[in-house]
């Protein structure tokens, strides 16, 4: 009898053991948006809630290249806020995972990276904001020990904490209005391109790239670096910057047309991270792909110069026509 029990345990034992097994390695995926970023762990929304997806340095992040035959491997710096994504990895919870592999489209980091800029003053305003309601916060706590130790001087705490709930009220506000804003680009985007039959060309340069390749040289940078220094000193609603970008025709047209628009966009995040230019001044991506080349496909020095992006500044024409600023 005895016997028989050990076994019955140690069976029994075999079981716990591989159903805690089966537990600790459920496969969990999913895909949604980043709205948040804390050290390793990134909070991403999905059509069944938010989710907390834990990177570890065995966590594979790549994004396909070209029409998706080949993926690009790169680092966790790219799980900006905005990005949209698909992860699967192992959990436990039901909103909690350790994420193997995640992918995104480049063009949708592209598009996180131009709302980042746009947001970047707007997160500044709302900082300050917060210490601000802090701070009134702290002053109202006081202004209440105030009241419990002296009952003599409640009607003039009183006064205090109501200017301070005032003040918070008015940084809430602005907090909407802020987010308000975020609203009008894409609109102010439309209307660029309505408007800029009232813009002359002024000054441009262009920027060459490798074969495949969409990265900035050294070499290109002080040139947009000089333009948007020009176009900075027009004052902020008189001047648009025109991006558009190019490929020579080798190669399928399909994987030209999307190194094309990369092309576009990288000028367009130099434009705006190291430059600062504003995003509403920003008329972009241009994507030509092949189209209206500049010197013949035939040779290797041809196709080097149809590698290209080209950055044009626009001046207002009432401005351009006045001869000056």
């Known amino acids: 009898m005895t016997r028989r029990m050990r076994i019955a345990l140690s069976i029994l034992a075999v079981c716990l053991v591989c159903l805690g097994s089966a537990v600790a390695g459920d496969k969990v995926k999913g895909k949604g948006v980043i709205t948040a970023r804390s050290g390793d762990n990134i909070t991403v929304e999905t059509s069944d809630g938010t989710m907390t997806v834990t990177v570890t340095s065995d966590t594979r992040i790549e994004h396909p290249i070209g029409l998706g035959a080949r993926k690009r491997q790169v680092g966790p710096e790219v799980l900006i806020a905005g990005l949209k994504l698909s ?175 990369h092309r576009a966009e990288a000028v367009v995040a130099y434009l705006l991270q190291n430059c600062g230019i504003p995003v509403g001044r920003i008329v972009s991506p241009g994507a030509m792909s092949e189209a209206h080349p500049v010197a013949s496909n035939e040779t290797k020095s041809g196709r080097s110069e149809n590698r290209r992006a080209e950055v044009k500044l626009l001046i207002n024409k009432g401005i351009a026509g006045a001869g000056g600023q």
């Open 87 to 261: 992860f699967e990895g192992q959990g436990t919870d039901l909103d909690k995972v350790t994420a193997e592999k995640i992918t995104f489209d480049q063009d949708d980091l592209s598009l996180a990276r131009v709302i980042q800029a746009g947001l970047n003053p707007i997160a500044q305003q709302q900082a300050v904001n917060t210490k601000t309601i802090a701070a009134n916060q702290q002053g109202i706590a006081a202004n209440q020990q105030n009241i419990n130790y002296n009952g003599q001087g409640i009607a003039a705490n009183q006064a205090v904490i109501a200017v301070a709930a005032a003040a918070i009220a008015a940084n809430n506000d602005m907090i909407v209005a802020n987010q308000a804003s975020i609203d009008l680009v894409a609109q102010a985007t439309a209307q660029r391109f309505s408007e800029l039959g009232q813009y002359a060309v002024k000054d441009s340069t262009t920027v060459y790239f490798a074969i495949g390749d969409y990265t900035i040289a050294s070499e290109f940078q002080d040139p947009l670096a000089a333009l948007a220094k020009e176009a900075l000193a027009n004052g902020s609603n008189a001047y648009l910057i025109q991006v558009s970008g190019f490929a020579d025709s080798s190669g399928v047209l399909a994987d030209n047309q999307v190194l094309s628009k």
